[in-house]
């Protein structure tokens, strides 16, 4: 289990590729539950911003991904960088602007 | 034949009511299924699921308050809603869109009056509790511009109050609601930087907001509101390094067990305990990960710890006796909340990955039933009524 874990975390990292199917349904309920515990579900704002497609639709994707990679200090918004892979990172900005 | 037919239908009518599966309410509770929307009402003695309610919007962030007698639950929903349910009848009696975005609510010491605070429009609402007609508007204004602040922690307090916090303004509000549609509001400004959630003392003494921008919590004092809100645990643990939170912790009232207070540190994993004569650090618990509810059993003896994102399975149980984690459970994936049964000999937990909640026995810690349910975030039983500041 554990080196499968390793081993995916391995290849993502090298190759950055888009997310295999098993894990966009992680990262969906994800985005659902534990980001949507402070963006709300469907992620119309909380604690945090809204993150709809509206709401998103003047940001750019490097502005997105760089608040989900590393947080925003001085904010509730933590770093999802120590569980999240960039290409992982670059698919959920692309799930976000889809909704 | 007219007399026939009339005679048929009232025997009927009576066998219909002496057959009707009597219900009390107090062995009843309410399960938040938040991905659906959706709510089970449960009897908790038995256990199991009664019914399933549908059409109470989005229940991502949701709570419940119990009338007094028991007989309805009160669900604030994240987009506003704000739903009365007969749990006699299985069926929603009233409900209203109040606001845009909602945290919780509380109901006043008579059962009066609903109170909801809001995220936008930032505020807090009151509403006639048989009518949900709105009794009262008051926006959580703050600063020079009059910006409007996410209000936080609302809970109950004995003369009729309610107490609750401003996340932006760090500000609490003691608001009057004798006379609920033109209610008195007290402001204590600048109590400490973001407060996130707070809890009342059981004896309705207490109000201590969390604070998420800085240490510590911000103290106000019912008894003797005058001399203001105090400022405690503002130095421990200055120097550690500071973790990133996944999930906001939750504040509520049974974490005040005897003398001491237990309070999850922000970011931190660990439990921190409080010795409420003189509002000191008794002790610091080291745990599994980030706290989010910190729950007594009724009894106080023990206390029990659910953590944040990515330590979510796991739950730990603290002695009261010796402040030690005694038991360390791996209940499922994401357990988000606790439920202790009335007197405390079960515990209902949340375990919303695998889609279902789990009992255990308090004393031998083994599971005792499993209920299925959807993604369920909250458990809230209706021995609540009864408790100020729940």
Redesign the interface.
């Given at each position: 289990m554990r080196i499968a874990w390793l081993l995916g975390a391995f290849c993502f990292g090298v190759y950055a590729e888009e997310p295999g199917a098993a894990r966009q349904q992680e990262l969906t309920n994800m985005l659902k539950h534990d980001c949507g515990s402070c963006h709300g579900l469907p992620p119309k704002g909380g604690l945090g911003p809204s993150l709809m497609p509206d709401a998103l639709a003047d940001k750019s994707d490097a502005l997105l991904f760089d608040a989900i990679r590393n947080g925003r200090s001085g904010t509730a918004m933590p770093a999802w960088q120590p569980f999240l892979n960039d290409a992982e990172i670059r698919w959920m900005v692309t799930r976000l602007r889809q909704r | 034949m007219k007399l026939l037919a009339s005679a048929l239908l009232s025997a009927l009518a009576v066998a219909g009511s002496a057959c009707a599966d009597l219900r009390a309410t107090g062995d009843l509770g309410v399960v938040i299924e938040?991905?659906a929307g959706t709510i089970q009402i449960v009897n908790t003695t038995k256990p199991a699921m009664l019914s399933r309610i549908e059409g109470l919007g989005?229940l991502?962030?949701a709570s419940v308050v119990f009338s007094r007698d028991q007989r309805y639950a009160y669900v604030f929903g994240?987009?506003g809603g704000l739903s009365k349910i007969d749990l006699l009848q299985d069926k929603i009696d009233k409900r209203i869109v109040q606001a845009g975005?909602s945290?919780g609510g509380a109901i006043s010491q008579d059962g009066k009056v609903i109170a909801v605070s809001n995220?936008?429009p930032g505020g807090v609402k009151l509403f006639d509790a048989e009518t949900l007609e709105q009794l009262a508007e008051i926006p959580a204004v703050y600063g020079d511009d009059n910006k409007l602040s996410?209000v936080v922690g609302l809970v109950d307090a004995p003369g009729q109050r309610f107490v609750c916090s401003l996340?932006e303004a760090n500000e609490i509000w003691l608001i009057d609601a004798k006379n609920p549609r033109q209610p008195g509001v007290k402001k204590f400004k600048e109590v400490g930087k973001q407060p996130?959630d707070a809890l009342l003392s059981p004896d309705g003494r207490y109000y201590a907001a969390g604070l998420?921008g800085e240490k510590g919590l911000a103290l106000l004092d019912l008894w003797q509101p005058e001399q203001g809100v105090q400022q405690i645990l503002d130095d421990y643990g200055k120097d550690d390094e500071q973790l990133?939170?996944?999930?906001?912790p939750h504040l509520e009232g049974w974490t005040m067990v005897g003398d001491w207070l237990f309070v999850p540190a922000v970011g931190r994993h660990e439990v921190l305990v409080v010795d409420k004569h003189d509002w000191t650090l008794v002790k610091r618990i080291p745990l599994a990960g980030q706290p989010v509810f910190v729950s007594a059993r009724p009894d106080g003896r023990q206390v029990w710890v659910n953590f944040a994102?990515?330590d979510n399975q796991t739950v730990q149980v603290i002695d009261v006796k010796d402040l030690n984690t005694v038991k360390t459970l791996q209940p499922g994936k994401?357990v988000l909340h606790m439920e202790f049964s009335p007197r405390g000999e079960a515990v209902w937990l949340a375990v919303?990955?695998d889609d279902r909640i789990a009992v255990y026995d308090t004393e031998t810690f083994a599971e005792t039933s499993r209920l299925p349910a959807q993604?369920p975030s909250g458990i809230f039983f209706t021995d609540r009524a009864n408790r100020i500041g729940w």
């Open positions: - | 938040r991905e989005d991502s962030h994240r987009d975005n945290i995220y936008t996410k996340f996130y998420f990133p939170v996944y999930k906001m994102f990515p994401a919303r990955d993604k």
